[in-house]
């Protein structure tokens, strides 16, 4: 017993713990270009929810399967898919101008929004949602040849801008539509 009182206090009392208390709450609030050029901010989505990926488009593998499982998991939902915007937004301003976002979100859902902006407005969305990211140059490759290191995660906001459930990358279709389901 006293050894769980001493774990207990001890994990009260960690650097980790305190760290996480005083972060702030997701911030769901965001200013960007929409994939045809257009201001959007979280507040023109009226009462849906939002699905939210922070990746880019020149990303060679993570990128896409997160879309493909946003994808997926959208198709499960079937007529309640309509309740969800889901939302692309590059880590990658540089390359990813509102006509390469067109593009590429076209491959996936018919529904997924592709967000850009300056990179100002990006680390200010990117802060509220505690994302992080980072331009990576690979020896030996050409200066536009680059990678984006970012987190990972699938966003799922309530329509007032709350932040319901940060999916893990790698989660199954079929076990982000069931989850997104409890919402709904």
């Known amino acids: 017993m006293k050894s769980v009182a001493l774990l207990l206090l001890l994990l009260t009392l960690s650097p980790l ?3 996480a208390e005083e972060l702030p709450p997701i911030n769901g609030r965001f200013m960007m270009m929409n994939h045809y050029g257009e201001m959007v901010t979280d507040r023109d989505f009226g009462e849906r929810y939002q699905l939210i990926y922070f990746g880019y488009t020149f990303c060679p593998d993570v990128c896409p399967s997160a ?13 309640d898919a309509a309740r969800i915007q889901p939302l692309f937004i590059s880590v990658d301003p540089e390359r990813d101008t509102p006509q390469v976002l067109r593009e590429y979100v076209s491959y996936f859902h018919p529904g997924i929004i592709g967000l850009t902006g300056s990179p100002e407005l990006l680390a200010r969305t990117a802060a509220n949602f505690r994302v992080t990211y980072e331009k990576v140059q690979v020896p030996g490759m050409p200066a536009d040849q680059y990678q984006m290191d970012h987190s990972a995660g699938v966003f799922l906001m309530a329509p007032d801008g709350r932040l319901l459930v940060k999916f893990a990358h790698g989660m199954l279709a079929k076990d982000m539509a069931a989850r997104i389901k409890d919402f709904l």
């Open 17 to 19: 713990n305190q760290a």
């Open 67 to 79: 879309m493909m499982v946003i994808t997926q998991a959208l198709k499960l939902l079937g007529d």
